[in-house]
């Protein structure tokens, strides 16, 4: 993965609800055209992650990088760093530390600023961007038709478009699919409405052209364009799915948050939700970053897999490593908790419990995200970084 392309970069990624943690701290990379598996229990903060990258929260702490622009920025950390430094001014410090300590105030400052610059100004500058990109595509085409009635259709296209460019957003590059379908659709607006939203709200305004992007969507989804006059209540589950996939896939985004897409489905369904995101991947070259609590689904699905506890990333690695050598206690009780379709092997199997006071002691040595394999990264201090890397040797 080490020549890939980095889609998304998550550094330090905090959000904090007064005092609860939800994510802490929290790292990884996302490469172009990957399915990145991000799992973990119930209240692990997998779904807070995905809702703070597309920018549906306001992050406390860290950034968020995506295609090399900073999406997210939170400046918990700088205020944190300058309150720490003025409090240890008040007390008798030597004058080098007192240069010291007034640096890390400026430096901190100037950090929390670009934050904030780069938290505002992130959209608007990606708008001038596609713009004026947008604008010379047309200037092009129109100055190579001859067709008088052509030559008009594209400029008047022209000007959807480029509106539509300086209203766009480089959040609305990502895009996100919800856990429950029926929850997360308008039950007042038809499929062709609902569908076509993403459009209208970009500033397009031809009534054609949005119908017809609407009818290309429900074909690739696998639905027919006689439903786009229904509304959610009378589909079923899997095609409430279906209209969510391709609600997200209209603005043609190069990333996909799939938010538990499958959980709230019957189990005859999952596989045809799974098998149509697989289909999408390959004909748009969609980056997914795929959350769930179902390993065996998420091993199947992904390229690589994290895993959440407690708002901690604990373990990251390919997905056939972190099968082949789970390293952190909470992803082996995880593994542990996949049923096995055999009730010979099911009344035998051990179940691992985790519990975080028994199988760590991090009262002096701290922990932090560690590389224990190249690409294997696992939460741990001095002492069980040395145990994991000799159970490693020792396999």
């Known amino acids: 993965m080490d020549n890939k392309e980095v889609l998304l970069r998550v550094e330090h ?23 990145f598996g991000l799992v973990g229990e119930s209240g692990c903060g997998k779904t807070t992650t995905g809702r703070s990258i597309i920018r549906i ?30 409090k240890e001014l008040r007390g008798n410090v030597t004058a080098e530390r007192r240069a010291e300590l ?9 950090e929390m600023e670009k934050a904030n610059i780069d938290q505002k100004n992130a959209d608007k500058e990606y708008g001038k961007q596609r ?106 589950g899997g095609q409430r799915q279906r209209i969510g996939i391709a609600r997200s896939i209209i603005m043609n985004p190069e990333m996909i948050i799939a938010d538990e897409p499958i959980s709230a489905l019957d189990v005859s369904i999952r596989a045809q939700v799974i098998n149509l995101l697989n289909d999408l991947r390959d004909k748009m070259g969609l980056t997914i970053m795929f959350i769930a609590h179902d390993l065996s689904v998420v091993k199947y699905f992904s390229d690589r897999i994290g895993v959440m506890y407690y708002g901690k990333l604990v373990e990251l690695a390919d997905s056939d490593e972190l099968f082949r050598h789970p390293l952190h206690p909470y992803t082996n009780s995880l593994l542990s ?15 691992i419990t985790y519990n975080p006071l028994e199988e760590h002691d991090y009262s002096v040595d701290q922990p932090t995200l560690r590389e224990i394999l190249p690409g294997h990264f696992v939460y741990c201090n001095d002492e069980e970084e040395k145990r994991y890397k000799e159970k490693v040797a020792n396999e």
């Open 337 to 351: 908790a996949i049923p096995i379709p055999d009730p010979a092997t099911e009344k035998t199997r051990v179940r």
């Open 131 to 236: 713009a004026e990109e947008v604008r010379k595509e047309y200037e092009e085409l129109i100055a190579n038709a001859t067709d008088p009635e052509e030559k008009e259709r594209l400029i008047k296209e022209s000007k959807d478009r480029i509106k539509a460019a300086k209203r766009s957003k480089i959040v609305t590059q990502i895009q996100m699919i919800f856990q429950d379908p029926i929850a997360s659709l308008n039950p007042r607006m038809t499929v062709k409405e609902i569908i076509g939203e993403g459009l209208v709200i970009q500033g397009y305004t031809d009534k054609d052209y949005i119908e017809q992007k609407v009818y290309e969507m429900l074909d690739v989804v696998g639905l027919v364009p006689e439903h786009a006059g229904r509304y959610p209540h009378e589909f079923s």
């Open 13 to 35: 990624l905090c959000q904090y609800f007064g005092p609860t943690k939800a994510v802490d701290d929290v790292s990884f990379d996302i490469y172009k055209g990957e399915v």
């Open 57 to 86: 929260y306001d992050i406390t702490s860290g950034s968020v990088y995506f295609k090399g622009h900073r999406i997210c920025a939170g400046t918990l950390s700088y205020r944190e760093a300058i309150k720490a430094a003025r």
């Open 102 to 110: 007034e640096k890390i105030i400026a430096d901190n400052k100037v």
